[in-house]
């Protein structure tokens, strides 16, 4: 039995989980950066009570999870599907991107639209762990989670990380 103070959680840092994609950013001042490209790397922490073998979580089961995030990111254009001025719309075989003066014609299957307001880290970092926390959810239906972090590293030393705590 645990004592009300301790908690468990494992830590999930390998270096096959990574993608590579391009974005750009938008500041609020309605300036944007230039059409660029990162290697991503993912970061995850979960926080549940133990099952009755001892485990958070079987990292062998977890790891697959992050890895088919990645894979489904890696070599896209990612951009937000929700950011007031930027339009992405579906053209037959392609993506017509307009964003101000800016306009793109992208392959549909080199493009993914994602439900945020911009590319930031953070924000891939929130879509990342709520799409993982879904999936956990139909792997483990009876999981207990207490928290789920995940960090998204667009360059060494420099990541964004969203927290669910429930």
Same mark, same amino acid.
């Given at each position: 039995?645990?004592?009300?103070? /301790?908690?468990?959680?494992?830590?999930? /840092?390998?270096?096959?989980?990574?993608?590579?994609?391009?974005?750009?950013?938008?500041?609020?001042?309605?300036?944007? /950066?230039?059409?660029?490209?990162?290697?991503?790397?993912?970061?995850?922490? &979960?926080?549940?009570?133990?099952?009755?073998?001892?485990?958070?979580?079987?990292?062998?089961?977890?790891?697959?999870? +992050?890895?088919?995030?990645?894979?489904?990111?890696?070599?896209?254009?990612?951009?937000?599907?929700?950011?007031?001025?930027?339009?992405?719309?579906?053209?037959?075989?392609?993506?017509?991107?307009?964003?101000?003066?800016?306009?793109?014609?992208?392959?549909?299957? /080199?493009? +993914?639209?994602?439900?945020?307001?911009?590319?930031?880290?953070?924000?891939?970092?929130?879509?990342?762990?709520?799409?993982?926390?879904?999936?956990?959810?139909?792997?483990?239906?009876?999981?207990?989670?207490?928290?789920?972090? &995940?960090?998204?590293?667009?360059?060494?030393?420099?990541?964004? &990380?969203?927290?669910?705590?429930?």
């Amino acid at each position: 039995m645990a004592a009300p103070n /301790e908690s468990w959680s494992i830590a999930v /840092e390998k270096d096959y989980l990574k993608f590579s994609a391009a974005h750009f950013l938008i500041f609020p001042d309605g300036s944007a /950066e230039r059409l660029h490209g990162h290697n991503y790397k993912v970061f995850v922490e &979960v926080h549940t009570d133990l099952d009755a073998h001892g485990l958070v979580v079987n990292f062998k089961e977890i790891k697959p999870l +992050i890895r088919n995030l990645c894979d489904e990111l890696d070599e896209h254009l990612l951009l937000p599907g929700e950011h007031p001025v930027l339009r992405a719309t579906q053209v037959d075989d392609h993506y017509e991107v307009r964003y101000l003066t800016r306009r793109y014609s992208i392959p549909v299957d /080199e493009v +993914i639209v994602l439900p945020i307001g911009n590319t930031s880290a953070e924000n891939l970092a929130a879509w990342f762990g709520r799409t993982l926390r879904a999936r956990m959810a139909q792997q483990w239906p009876t999981l207990r989670l207490r928290q789920l972090s &995940v960090g998204v590293e667009e360059t060494p030393g420099q990541r964004g &990380v969203w927290t669910l705590r429930e």
